[in-house]
């Protein structure tokens, strides 16, 4: 390797992206999760970089960390192909207030564990048969022996 090689297919390591995501956009995201940055601007957030494919080469597009998409990303392993699309501003049923809500999809690299999608449990599934003034002790609670 020598210091005349051509590098402009390599990775950048900076933390810097070309641009950020517009949620409010019609754009869905398509592309390769390279990291997760912390604690990024003066909302403490997180950074999620994606590189897309593009008319002229590639992009590192950041998108902006909020309850929906941590979670989201908290399940996804690094260099999976992701799929983000902005579904919108949405209205909490419980409440009330406006959270913007996104379909995210992503397929793992081949041989990468997956950790398990987790789901809601619909009310009727919930075991609410306790007495809250009952005292437990962690003898009572199994954990798979």
């Known amino acids: ?10 990775t950048d390591a900076s933390q810097s992206t070309d641009r950020t995501y517009d949620k409010k956009s019609k754009e869905v995201l398509v592309g390769t999760f390279l990291q997760k940055q912390e604690h990024v601007g003066p909302n ?4 999620y970089h994606i590189r897309t494919e593009t008319e002229d080469g590639t992009e590192v597009v950041g998108v902006w960390g909020s309850t929906i998409i941590d979670g ?8 999976s192909k992701v799929r983000i699309e902005s579904l919108g501003e949405k209205v909490s049923a419980k409440s009330k207030r406006t959270f913007w809500d996104f379909s995210i ?3 793992a690299p081949e041989g990468t564990p997956v950790f398990a999608q ?3 449990a619909k009310q009727d599934e919930v075991n ?6 009952e005292e437990v002790s962690l003898d009572d609670i199994p954990f798979g022996n």
């Not at 403490?44 to 950074?47: F, K, R």
């Not at 989201?72 to 260099?79: G, Q, T, V």
């Open 1 to 10: 390797m020598t210091n005349t090689e051509n590098f402009d297919d390599w």
């Open 128 to 133: 609410t048969d306790f007495d809250e003034n």
């Open 118 to 120: 987790t789901t809601e």
């Open 72 to 79: 989201y990303f908290s399940r996804i392993p690094l260099n």
């Open 44 to 47: 403490d957030s997180n950074m």
């Open 105 to 107: 999809k992503f397929k």
